[in-house]
């Protein structure tokens, strides 16, 4: 009998869901009460003023516009490095880790994409077979590039550290457990942004310094 998405999450001890944004990001977050998808950031006015797109190029994955990029248990380690290092590193910004309940997963409609979505390559699937289908012993990300997974590694990782979780328009701030930020300095500047922009949502977001993860 195959695993249910409950199942799938407790025997992996997957703990949360994780998306990466700078501190725009975050006040444009708080401000509209969700997590939103590329296709409806524009259209939100709330936003007009600090939308920044962490990707300067999503033609690669353009049909999947209208789906928010998730990562499980772990962010995309190479694509935060180039957003924070080359797209955004002049810009007077802080980064932050959102960290997500793992019940979004079982929510309607989330896809799981085995690599990155942009790439041919990826497998997409709903339901439990496509969260399992992240965790196969060898994920093909090029027709000539396939990486597999090692002995070592975590129940709650996925094979390829480039796997996305797809979920569809919005993720709502219900299910939002913490937020992660790189220093003591920036997790003061986060509580007063937000105790700002979003006063009624301030004391229920949990702020923590976890520096290893922007490392």
Known sequence: MSQNINQI???????EI???TTSNGLLGVMSTGSLLAHSELSSEQRLSHILQINCPDRSRDSAWHSYVNLSISRVNGSFFSIARNRWH?????YWCILSFDPEIL???NVIFSTTNNAYDATLRNKGSEGLENLFSPAIRLFPTKITRRMDGTLSHHTTCNQA??????AVPLSY????YVPSE????EAQAQIAVCAPDLADM???MVAPELFE
Do not use: G, M, S, W
């Not at 999450?9 to 703990?15: A, G």
């Not at 996305?164 to 328009?169: N, Q, T």
């Not at 300095?185 to 003061?188: A, G, Q, S, T």
């Open 89 to 93: 590193a002049a810009k007077d910004i």
């Open 106 to 108: 079982t929510h309607e």
């Open 185 to 188: 300095d920036i997790l003061h």
């Open 164 to 169: 996305e979780v797809l979920y569809p328009i």
């Open 176 to 179: 939002l457990k913490r937020v």
């Open 18 to 20: 994780l998306h990466f």
């Open 205 to 207: 977001i949990e702020l």
């Open 9 to 15: 999450i407790d025997t992996r001890n997957i703990n």
